[in-house]
């Protein structure tokens, strides 16, 4: 569990057209009681998006750098929820 928990939301091309662009506001729409817990930045494509099987797995968020393929909304929340230990 941790207390602070780290949200990158990749910026690259390949994940802003498939649905990247999608989650760019998701720090607005965090639940009240996780503000100030969860920080959300932007990140440049790491490369995730060119490797063999993963192409075409975009969007990609690291939530306390753990990598989330075929990243949306629902995944990253669950993906905050587990990391915040709820
Ligand atoms: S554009 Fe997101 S990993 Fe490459």
Sequence with gaps: MADRITVEICMGTTCYVMGGAQLA????RL???WKGRVAVKGMRCSGACQQGDRL???PFVRV???LI???DEGKVLTAIRAALGE
């Design 25 to 28: 506001g998701l720090a607005d």
């Design 31 to 33: 639940p009240e009681e």
């Design 56 to 58: 075409g797995r975009a």
């Design 64 to 66: 306390n750098g753990e």
């Design 69 to 71: 393929a075929q990243a």
